[in-house]
């Protein structure tokens, strides 16, 4: 393999077999084959609407509160002492953070195709209290599933999807997180496809979700690009987002793809280290594979099993990635690089004290990164940040955290 | 194409007699690879028709709960694809029904589909399922299984419109796998109406037998497929007499349960029509 062969990466994708490059596809069983081909279509009329695409900005401008701000930090700025650094505040969205610009997409889409009942997995439960907001909105019944160990450690949010009507159902098999809950969520929808929708929470899963997630989440990147262009004259030289299954990373890269001088940065969880089961950096450390219907990077052993991951970020905490990651880091449009738990903790006590912004412990992520480069840069270098959630739900666990190292 | 595979050459011989195929289904290593080949053993000197070896994943999303579990028990004792080759290679497969393997794509794609395959073959595996690749992307596949002399079952589902089920036939070899709605296992006294529906289009598009998996667990529920399929599968009821095998009574016994209730399916699939 050399370098030219590798093609230039470009946002005409995925063509009309979901492939982004030669990542992506379908690999699901034959019961939910229609149903794919179905949810397609119907997103593909619905994105021609422009009823559809009316319902939806009014619902992100005065449900949601868009547009968020891109915002100037101007201190954290100053502690790194090179670029001016400008955050995109996804953290002000209703619910507290970018999950949301998707479950309302695809809640509007549940309503066309007339299904009365949404299903989705959570990890964190950022994307568990969006849908379920999404839901108690337009009065559908909804259930997520989410990990015994994670609604141990994320009981605020358990109980505000309780609270919003949903009903969230423990997922005992395997690992206990994020990946069991995909596969319980799949299992539910190959016996209720008739009336289901899965609204997926990532950039993951068979077509069309990776391109639908993605397109939803793009806001993020159009407006900040807008912004970056409004308040300074000019695209920023770097943006940085951080990456799990990867879905505010791929609404903020999406915009700027084709605008060849903005270096584009995706933050990995780097967990404890490099050793197989102390992080969650699939681009960095894994192999080409199938997981959960996609073809992408995903963290296997030699035999084709999912090897089992770590990060201090519940929403990190997932050995897979979206097609369209793998076909940017194979491209070389997108360069991932991976943080470690106690230099996210470290970004999310900065970020606290330099900003006045608690967070998520996920976009602290992204927050360490750009704390450990932005001083190499010149101070006429602008570098945008996604931060792409509020950190209220990980304050128990970084203070357990904290304790431990006083101790 | 003058040669018959191995699983159609055993159809035919039970067309000609008049009798249902019985194909349960067992999970490779549950709970380890000599006890998964004393009940190939054990269900071929039973008479069973063809053996579906599952191979443990950890991500299973065209499963179940309980072969779930009992994918995870496997592979929580250290189970890997080569101990399957092994374990399959030990035995006398020329004398023993054709074993099927049920496999992930995940895990064909990490060795690589040829490697895969010519490893399975060669330990003795007659055919493979892919419950994750849909007939679309397996063309490949499906070549290459070909030409090593096995068969690629393709699936069908109850959601499956007729027009992709006429695509999915022109890909199929050896039987057609069809699936019910996850969510009906249970015990049945009646085929569900569009079942039998279903079967009954099939039967006018295809020559190739056609197997049925819903959730039989009785010989006595065999009778209601005699007109409309060729084959039953059987998993979760062989399965969950492996679940407490923790003793070695614990596994002579499932043994002796699994034999059982396999000749007693044995006696109902195969009695005239």
């Not at chain 1, 780097?270 to 995903?298: E, Q």
């Not at chain 2, 195929?21 to 549950?30: E, L, N, S, V």
């Not at chain 2, 690749?133 to 690629?152: F, H, K, N, T, Y």
């Not at chain 2, 010989?219 to 492996?242: R, T």
């Amino acid at each position: 393999m050399t370098a030219s062969t590798v093609e230039k990466a470009t946002s005409h994708v995925p063509d009309p077999l979901g492939r982004f490059g030669e990542f992506g596809r379908r690999f699901v069983p034959e019961t939910l084959m229609h149903a794919l081909e179905q949810l397609t279509d119907e997103y593909e009329r619905a994105k021609q609407d422009p009823a559809f695409q009316a319902e939806l900005d009014d619902l992100l401008k005065n449900f949601v509160g868009r547009p968020n701000p891109l915002y100037f930090a101007e201190r954290l700025t100053e502690h790194c002492g090179g670029a001016r650094i400008y955050l995109k505040r996804e953290d002000l969205n209703h619910t507290g953070a970018h999950k949301i610009n998707n479950t309302m997409g695809q809640v509007l889409l549940t309503r066309r195709m007339g299904k009365p009942r949404v299903i989705a997995e959570t990890g964190a439960g950022q994307h568990g209290v969006a849908t379920a907001v999404a839901c108690a909105r337009f009065g559908l019944e909804c259930v997520v599933y989410m990990g015994e160990e994670d609604i141990r450690r994320q009981k605020l949010n358990v109980f505000n999807m309780r609270t919003m009507g949903a009903e969230v159902r423990s997922v005992t098999s395997g690992s206990r997180t994020l990946r069991d809950a995909i596969n319980e969520a799949m299992r539910d929808w190959m016996s209720t496809v008739d009336s289901t929708h899965y609204i997926i929470g990532s950039v993951v899963g068979p077509h069309p979700f990776p391109m639908m997630v993605r397109d939803f989440q793009s806001i993020i990147g159009r407006e900040a690009r807008q912004q970056c262009l409004d308040a300074t004259g000019r695209l920023p030289d770097e943006v940085i987002a951080c990456v799990g299954g990867g879905s505010n990373s791929a609404g903020m890269f999406y915009p700027f793809v084709e605008d060849d001088g903005v270096a584009l940065i995706g933050v990995e969880a780097g967990g404890r280290g490099p050793a197989p089961g102390d992080h969650a950096s699939t681009l960095s450390y894994g192999n080409k594979g199938v997981l959960h219907g996609s073809y992408s990077y995903v963290l296997q052993d030699e035999d084709g099993q999912t090897q089992d991951v770590h990060s201090i970020s519940a929403g990190l905490d997932y050995p897979g990635v979206g097609p369209e990651h793998s076909y940017w880091k194979d491209t070389g449009r997108v360069n991932y690089v991976a943080i470690r738990d106690d230099e996210a903790l470290d970004a999310f006590q900065k970020m606290a004290r330099l900003e006045g912004i608690l967070p998520a412990i996920e976009s602290s992520h992204a927050i360490a990164q750009v704390l450990k480069t932005a001083g190499n840069r010149s101070k006429d270098d602008i570098v945008v940040v996604c931060l792409s959630g509020r950190g209220d739900k990980d304050v128990y666990e970084v203070a357990r955290l904290l304790g431990q190292e006083i101790d | 194409m003058t040669q018959q595979t191995r699983i159609a050459a055993t159809f035919s011989t039970l067309k000609a007699d008049g009798h249902l195929a019985f194909m349960p289904f067992i999970t490779a290593g549950d709970p380890s690879i000599e006890a998964t080949q004393s009940l190939i053993r054990e269900l071929g000197r039973r008479g069973v028709d063809l053996i579906e070896v599952g191979f443990p994943y950890s991500d299973p999303i065209a499963d179940g709960p309980v072969i779930q579990a009992s994918y995870t028990r496997a592979l929580n004792n250290g189970l890997h694809v080569d101990d399957i080759f092994r374990g399959v290679s030990e035995l006398p497969t020329d004398e023993l029904p054709p074993l099927v393997a049920m496999v992930s794509y995940a895990l064909l794609f990490r060795r690589g589909v040829e490697a895969f395959v010519r490893q399975a073959v060669a330990s003795g595996f007659a055919g493979f399922i892919i419950p994750d690749l849909p007939a679309d992307e397996a063309a490949d596949v499906g070549e290459i299984v070909r030409a090593s002399g096995a068969d690629l079952v393709q699936l069908i589902a109850p959601t499956t419109p007729n027009d992709r089920a006429q695509k999915i036939l022109a890909a199929a070899s050896g039987f057609v796998y069809c699936i019910s709605t996850a969510g009906v296992t249970g015990v049945r006294d009646e085929l569900p109406p569009e079942l039998t529906e279903q079967l009954r289009w099939l039967r006018s598009q295809t020559d190739l037998p056609l197997a049925v998996g819903f959730g039989i667990s009785r010989p006595e529920q065999v009778d209601m497929l005699h007109d409309v399929a060729d084959g039953i599968i059987v998993g979760s009821a062989i399965v969950k007499h492996l679940a407490d095998t923790s003793s070695p009574d614990g596994l002579t016994s499932a043994l002796e349960a699994v034999g059982e209730f396999a000749g007693s399916m044995v006696a109902a699939t195969h009695s005239a029509r």
